[in-house]
Structures are given as structure tokens and as C-alpha cells.
């Protein structure tokens, strides 16, 4: 039976929103976050004949999918960050939707931040995956952050790992941004690469506890055909926006 490319969950948001700092507070201790973001993809496979050289058979396929998410971040301790997600990703064409929820506590102090979690994803073929944050360097200023998180759609049910370079991630005011390259764990007959970046503006002047947020991803990789029996490529695209609301200080 042809794998469906589209049956990978949302992308986990854990590592989109701001985590912990040791510098004073000036956004609040719990954020609340509401996300719509909507993608597409294209894939192509060909099987070619070893006599002949020549194209026998050939697959393609484009789809589409839409997904909202909301997440609370909270922090007990002045080092402590915890985080609680649910997404609903709306496949289309008549596919059942797909939730996923998850959660993860983090360490975080000046220079280096860790913490881990699970994840849950329901549907036809349900999955729990673990959740992994490492960060080096201040997270107020330019800092490198690794995840391992639930796999973006159209992915299916691969790890997915993220390594990007982040800046004013804290919880000072201001805007902030973080960008870089996902990735399938290594190994397995698919291989799937995307470039992301997110940016969040401050909606007012000063302190203000409302952010807007931006985020776009390109993906490409390798997709596997069943019943063709051969590999073929895919590209994909998502855009997101949202709006993210800090509470106390």
C-alpha cells in the first residue's frame, strides 16, 4: 500500500516559543500561544527499467494541509520552564484529522539550557516520540539551539531533529528570531531535509505582553513508493502566523 507523505503530525511549537533567562523579568511568567499555519507538498517517483534504462512507471502527488495549535509556557522556578502543547493538523480530502499533544520541562540558565519530554500523536497509525532541548550560549543574546521533536508534515513517523542559531529567546522585550536546518534522524530508506525561521514582533511599544509570530518552511527530501517499489523526491512548503500573550512578572 502507497505511504501517505502527508500523515506526519504538526510541527511540535516546544522550540518556537521564548524559554527562561536569568536577566530580570519583563514579559511575564506564563505565555499562552494560539498558531494557524497551512503547507503543501509535491512528490514524484519513477521506476526505471535495468534493461533499458528507461522510465516505466511514474507517481506523482500533491496535497495540502492546514493545522492550528495552542501551548502554554510556564515557569515554576526562575530556572525551571514547562510547556504543554496541543495541535489539530486538518489533512483534507476527506483524511481523518490528526492530534497531537505534548510536553516538556527544561532547565534553563544563562549559558546552557537542557530538558526533555514526550509526544503523542493519534490517528490510524498512532505514535509516542521522545523531546529533546539542548542550548548553548546566552539565550538573551545569538545562542545555538539542537531539539529532537515530533517530525514535520509530510514526514511520517521519523524522528526529527532541528539545529538552528537563535536570538533575544529570553524574556526580555523585543524582537527575536531563530533560524536554521531539520532534519530525519540519520539512517532508513527516506532522508528529509527542511529550512525554517520563525521572527516575533512585539504588537506596541515597550514591555507590551502581545507578540505576533511569523514562521516559514522549504523542505525536501526523499519519499518512498510501496507499490512502485522505488525512491522519488518531494518538496514541501508551510507558513504560519499567531499571536502570543505573556501573563505576570
Given at each position: 500500500m502507497t505511504r501517505s507523505i502527508a500523515t506526519g503530525p504538526l510541527l511540535l511549537l516546544l522550540w518556537q516559543t521564548a524559554p527562561v533567562s536569568v536577566a530580570p523579568d519583563s514579559a511575564g511568567k506564563v505565555r499562552v500561544s494560539l498558531g494557524y499555519g497551512a503547507g503543501g507538498y509535491h512528490s514524484k517517483i519513477e521506476q526505471v527499467s535495468c534493461?533499458?534504462?528507461?522510465?516505466?512507471?511514474?507517481?506523482?502527488?500533491?496535497?495540502?494541509?492546514?493545522?492550528?495549535?495552542?501551548?502554554?509556557?510556564?515557569?515554576p522556578t526562575g530556572t525551571t520552564?514547562?510547556?504543554?502543547?496541543?495541535?489539530?493538523?486538518?489533512?483534507?480530502?476527506?483524511?481523518?484529522?490528526?492530534?497531537?499533544?505534548g510536553g516538556l520541562v527544561a532547565g534553563e540558565w544563562r549559558q546552557v539550557g537542557?530538558?526533555?519530554?514526550?509526544?503523542?500523536?493519534?490517528?490510524?497509525?498512532?505514535?509516542?516520540?521522545?523531546?529533546?532541548?539542548?542550548?548553548?550560549?546566552?539565550?538573551d543574546q545569538k545562542h545555538i539551539r539542537v531539539e529532537v521533536a515530533v517530525p514535520e508534515p509530510p514526514v511520517p513517523g521519523h524522528t526529527w531533529v532541528r539545529i538552528g542559531a537563535g536570538y533575544n529567546l529570553g524574556r526580555r522585550a523585543g524582537t527575536r528570531w531563530i533560524t536554521g536546518l531539520a532534519?530525519?534522524?540519520?539512517?532508513?530508506?527516506?532522508?528529509?531535509?527542511?529550512?525554517?525561521?520563525?521572527?516575533?514582533?512585539?504588537?506596541?511599544?515597550?514591555a507590551t505582553p502581545l507578540e505576533l509570530?511569523?514562521?516559514?518552511?522549504?523542505?525536501?527530501?526523499?519519499?518512498?513508493?510501496?507499490?512502485?517499489?522505488?525512491?522519488?523526491?518531494?518538496?514541501?512548503?508551510?507558513?504560519a502566523t499567531g499571536l502570543r500573550y505573556s501573563f505576570g512578572r
Open positions: 534493461q533499458t534504462g528507461e522510465v516505466t512507471q511514474t507517481s506523482t502527488k500533491d496535497g495540502s494541509w492546514r493545522s492550528g495549535t495552542a501551548e502554554v509556557e510556564a515557569w520552564r514547562a510547556n504543554v502543547m496541543a495541535t489539530r493538523l486538518m489533512l483534507g480530502s476527506g483524511a481523518p484529522d490528526r492530534w497531537t499533544t537542557v530538558g526533555g519530554g514526550l509526544a503523542h500523536t493519534s490517528g490510524s497509525d498512532p505514535f509516542t516520540v521522545p523531546l529533546a532541548y539542548l542550548r548553548l550560549l546566552d539565550l532534519m530525519t534522524w540519520p539512517g532508513g530508506d527516506e532522508s528529509h531535509r527542511a529550512l525554517f525561521g520563525d521572527v516575533l514582533v512585539p504588537v506596541g511599544q515597550g509570530k511569523f514562521s516559514a518552511q522549504l523542505g525536501f527530501g526523499d519519499i518512498y513508493h510501496e507499490s512502485i517499489g522505488a525512491n522519488g523526491t518531494y518538496t514541501s512548503w508551510r507558513f
